[in-house]
């Protein structure tokens, strides 16, 4: 604290952005929300288990590719890759969000996606199933309950969503 009162003449911990921190409300994040609910519309539509043939990773220097040789990188494994990084890249970074903001986004993003398409799949004569893999493996049904009753609260109506997820 005295090294930020030194260099910057307040206590106040200094911001990314010039003008501060944003004034509207840290969770949820619009970020997390919007990756959270793309991911899963992808899941929805990808075999999420396939596993990525000849994977390439940027040489150090960042200017070539070279091959990857981690274990296997699957569709589901990097989408959820995906969504943390536009999350956590725009809003905790800069230090507008908490991480928790992010996690529970990504979740009210998805909780949001699987209502959308249950709904939509309700209109359809044919009968068919979907699994979609969670991002987030240590989800609770409580959780998505009281996202649900946050986005109830923010005007949105879900009332085919039943918590049902594989």
């Known amino acids: 604290m005295a090294n930020v ?25 619009g970020h997390g929300t919007v990756g959270g609910a793309c991911i899963t519309v992808l899941k929805f539509f990808f075999d999420g288990s396939f596993v990525i043939p000849n994977p390439m ?4 220097g960042g200017t070539g590719l070279t091959p990857y040789t981690g274990g296997p990188l699957t569709v589901n494994g990097e989408l959820n890759k995906l969504g943390h990084n536009v999350t956590f890249g725009h809003g905790i970074h800069p230090g507008i969000h908490y991480r928790s903001d992010s996690d529970a986004s990504l979740i009210l993003g998805e909780a949001l996606a699987l ?16 699994n979609v893999r969670s991002s987030m493996a240590q989800r609770r049904r409580s959780q998505i309950s009281k996202l649900l009753g946050t986005l109830r609260g923010c005007g949105y109506l879900l009332s085919r969503y039943k918590g049902e997820l594989h």
Request: glycine share 4%.
């Open 5 to 29: 009162f030194k260099l910057h003449g307040s206590y106040l911990l200094p911001q990314a952005f010039p003008e501060g921190s944003p004034t509207h409300p840290s969770y949820p994040t």
């Open 115 to 130: 209502s959308i398409l249950q709904d939509k799949a309700s209109s359809y004569n044919e009968r068919f199933t979907v």
């Open 57 to 60: 990773m940027p040489t150090a």
